[in-house]
């Protein structure tokens, strides 16, 4: 009886755990130029104020451009089968040297009732995790990148900045991702408002 009890326990504490299970993701959008360099934890403490998936938009002259260019995008990834996989390459990263951090992506990752943190730098291939630098895999980066939407907020001719993506395939994917969202708007309709996004990006970064 005693092992049944302790045989059940275990069951249920680990379908808890597995249901917790989730990867939270915060990054800028596109390709974006800070005149200070950004801490890890500065994105670490925006994604704990939103942990429910919430936007800030860039505002001009009063107007919040709604579902166009959001300042900071958090989401999340619960498919089991992902979470696994990306959980399974994050044992084939390697020392890095240490860098400058200048954050541009905040990952923490829920699992099993642990938690771990990938912060991304400007520079695709710079991560840190759990405060040290490291390589990470190839599809480590497609995965967090891809199932985010992180593509997506990137021209055409900015994807040769990844070095994952000199896969044909994963290419193919990522492009996709950009071309489901010019489907949605074209920053091309918009160039003035551009312009006047960047200087107010500058100003707040």
């Excluded at 934890?41 to 925006?46: G, N, S, T, Y």
């Excluded at 400007?122 to 980066?141: I, T, W």
């Excluded at 199932?147 to 000199?166: C, I, T």
Aim: glycine residues 2%; aromatic residues 14%; charged residues 30%.
């Amino acid at each position: 009886m005693r092992y049944l009890f302790t045989t059940v326990l275990i069951f249920i504490l680990t379908g808890c755990n597995s249901k917790n299970d989730r990867i939270l993701i915060t990054y800028d959008p596109g390709l974006v130029l800070t005149n200070v360099a950004r801490r890890c934890e500065k994105l670490a403490a925006i994604q704990e104020l939103h942990p429910k998936n919430e936007y800030s938009y860039v505002m001009s002259d009063g107007l919040i451009l709604e579902y166009l260019i959001p300042q900071i995008i958090d989401t999340f990834i619960v498919d089991k089968i992902v979470i696994d996989r990306i959980v399974e390459l994050l044992d084939k990263k390697t020392q890095a040297p240490d860098y400058s951090e200048d954050a541009r992506m905040y990952v923490t990752i829920k699992k099993n009732g642990k938690q771990d943190y990938l912060c991304f730098d400007y520079f695709p291939d710079q991560v840190k995790y759990n405060g040290q630098s490291y390589s990470m895999d190839k599809e480590l980066l497609f995965l967090l990148r891809y199932y985010s939407g992180y593509y997506s907020w990137f021209d055409e001719s900015d994807l040769n900045w990844f070095d994952e993506l000199r896969d044909p395939e994963l290419y193919r994917k990522a492009l996709e991702q950009i071309k489901l969202r010019e489907e949605k708007f074209s920053l091309s309709d918009y160039p003035e408002l551009i312009k006047r996004i960047d200087n107010i990006l500058c100003l707040i970064y």
